[in-house]
């Protein structure tokens, strides 16, 4: 199966700087990377996705890049803000064929915890 | 229009007890997952619904658990026997299917086994 690892585990900056959270993944069949931020006591949301023919996408202030060859993709956040202070993951898609039909079966990392200082 | 949905948010139980958690996905969304992220930790796959079957059970952790979908819509996941390393947040999360692999993400439900 997929496995994904995910660094730093935690990641402290101040206000105004960068951020960048790297992960890798072990099967180069994945073919849908996403992120998600997960703020205290909520639920995971997606801010951002990648399909395995996109090597860049960016929205805003965040942006992601993937490296197929590598088998690593990376989510950067530029002009940090107090707000963007939460948990972050990353996940890896396979298509997995199981009981006759095939899904897309996303393995997470094990989360960064980034806190912007004012 | 409204997202994935959990009850309870909160359920304290006595080590030994049954539980059933439920998940409402959004609907028209076809495939459904749960989840469990315990304390500080990533997500963890238990099930995969398409439909109202389960062809993926590989991350059941033991047979104390299982889980129902009825039609295209709720889900049950039912904790047999409940151990104190039950405790942890349940996640369910739905998506369409086809060529689609986003999944969004209810609020989940907080087991704590005393």
């Known amino acids: 199966g997929e496995n994904v690892e995910q660094h730093p585990s935690t990641l402290s900056v101040q206000e105004g700087d960068s951020a960048v959270i790297k992960c890798t993944y072990s099967?180069?069949?994945?073919?849908?990377f996403p992120w998600y931020k997960q703020e205290l006591g909520k639920r995971p949301q997606l801010i951002i996705d990648i399909r395995s023919n996109v090597g860049e996408k960016k929205d805003q202030r965040i942006a992601v890049t993937l490296n197929k060859t590598a088998k690593h993709f990376s989510l950067h956040i530029t002009e940090t803000q107090p707000e963007d202070s939460a948990v972050y993951f990353c996940?890896?898609?396979?298509?997995?064929?199981?009981?006759?039909?095939?899904?897309?079966?996303?393995?997470f990392g094990q989360g960064t915890i980034l806190t912007v200082h004012p | 229009g409204a997202g994935v949905s959990q009850s309870p948010s909160n359920k304290v139980t006595e080590k030994g007890k049954d539980v059933e958690l439920r998940c409402d996905p959004i609907s028209g969304h076809t495939a459904l997952y749960w989840y469990r992220q315990r304390l500080g930790q990533g997500l963890e796959f238990l099930i995969y619904?398409?439909?109202?079957?389960?062809?993926?059970k590989s991350g059941l952790p033991s047979d104390r658990f299982s889980a129902e979908r009825t039609g295209e819509s709720v889900s049950t996941l039912t904790i047999q026997r409940t151990q104190q390393e039950d405790s942890a947040v349940y996640l369910c999360a739905s998506s369409l299917v086809i060529g689609n692999y986003e999944q969004y993400f209810g609020p989940g439900t907080r087991l704590t086994v005393t």
């Open positions: 619904f398409q439909g109202n079957s389960a062809p993926d």
């Open positions: 099967d180069s069949a994945s073919n849908y």
């Open positions: 996940a890896a898609n396979l298509l997995i064929n199981a009981g006759g039909t095939s899904y897309g079966k996303l393995t």
